[in-house]
């Protein structure tokens, strides 16, 4: 049986995952956001995320043209939450968190050591309107040595899915992946 939802509350069936982390830098220094809106837009290195000038990042973002986007773990959770939860305009998140920046290869924004998975990105396009912001990749990085791989994916009412068990259809859908995936 089908039961009524809140349509304000729709997004909460769609909300995209991971949860990342976004690293900037900029002449005050370097800083890191909690993004829940992030969207892949096809099998290039291209992605899509939702802020805006209410982070305090979106400023360094949009001057710098480029950001690292840092994909944390399950058990780094509160971590994720309390860099959402703060701004960067009156707290060192890196050191308050306990977060090491590494040197990229290509932008200037820091890396997560922390972090499962980080790309390097150039921003191409930003949707005013719609707070879209559109990321090229540019690098990416895995590291290999993290037990800890399951992703948080929030809900958007203050909880979160971790990832589960992975299925593998590659056989199925061979046709239809680029070479190499």
Not at 58 to 74: F, G, H, N, Q, R
Request: hydrophobic share 40%.
């Amino acid at each position: 049986m089908m039961k009524p939802l809140q349509l304000s509350k729709a997004f909460t069936l769609l909300e995209p995952g991971p949860v990342v982390l976004v690293t900037t830098r900029s002449a005050q220094g370097c800083n890191v956001m909690t993004i829940s809106w992030t969207m892949v837009m096809d099998f290039t290195p291209r992605f899509a995320l939702t802020t805006g000038p209410w982070n305090h990042s979106y400023a360094a973002l949009k001057k710098s043209k480029e950001c690292v986007i840092a994909i944390p773990t399950v058990n780094q959770i509160d971590q994720v939450v309390g860099i959402g939860t703060c701004t960067g305009a009156d707290t060192d998140k890196f050191n308050q968190f306990g977060l090491t920046p590494l040197d990229g290869q290509i932008v200037k924004a820091p890396l997560i050591k922390e972090c499962l998975a980080n790309i390097e990105c150039r921003v191409v396009d930003i949707v005013n309107k719609h707070g879209i912001v559109v990321l090229e990749g540019v690098a990416a990085y895995l590291n290999t040595t993290r037990k800890e791989k399951r992703t948080l994916h929030a809900v958007g009412d203050g909880t979160f899915i971790v990832d589960g068990e992975r299925i593998n259809r590659k056989r199925m859908m061979r046709s239809k992946l680029p070479p190499g995936v």
